[in-house]
């Protein structure tokens, strides 16, 4: 993928979050901050050439957020801009203003790596059972529970141990 055709995609991603009413300058730079597909161009490479699979119906999008949880809450803030922004995100579930938990499908062991590095997410207290690995982590002042999922997660792990 070009630096032109990233650019356009993370463009793309910024007005669907305008759209969408969080157009704060302060949350579109964050949204840009966030964008994978500038700042990683090996993530991007790897993501065009993916190939499209069918996930089981358990395994498809979801994204909840609880009733009492305020729409500019911090995890629901956090969920969105993920979402928007990061094609590996399967599922977002807002528990608290606090907390979130979050399924990602990474397309290779960086990605693998970013996400658990992202989250600040220590390894070591981490679990993998049933092709699932969760950790716990964090992101500014949300508790994040982390769940990776793919075909290669666990060999992508034995291949990394130490990604935190």
């Not at 979402?83 to 528990?95: A, G, I, M, N």
């Amino acid at each position: 993928m070009t630096a032109s055709l990233r650019v356009q995609a993370a463009a793309g991603r910024l007005r669907a979050a305008m759209e969408a009413g969080h157009g704060t300058p302060e949350e579109l730079a964050q949204a840009l901050e966030d964008c994978r597909l500038l700042q990683s161009p090996e993530t991007a490479a790897a993501r065009a050439e993916r190939t499209a699979v069918r996930l089981p119906a358990f395994r498809e999008e979801r994204h909840t957020v609880g009733l009492d949880v305020a729409e500019d809450a911090p995890a629901a803030d956090l969920a969105l801009r993920l979402r928007l922004s990061q094609h590996d995100v399967t599922h977002t579930d807002v528990r608290s203003a606090t907390k979130l938990r979050i399924t990602v499908r990474p397309q290779s062991v960086d990605c693998l790596r970013w996400w658990i590095c992202w989250f600040e997410a220590g390894t070591a207290s981490g679990a993998y059972t049933d092709g699932e690995y969760t950790v716990r982590g964090r992101r500014g002042d949300v508790a994040v529970d982390l769940t990776i999922v793919g075909d290669a997660v666990h060999t992508w792990l034995e291949a990394a141990p130490h990604a935190s």
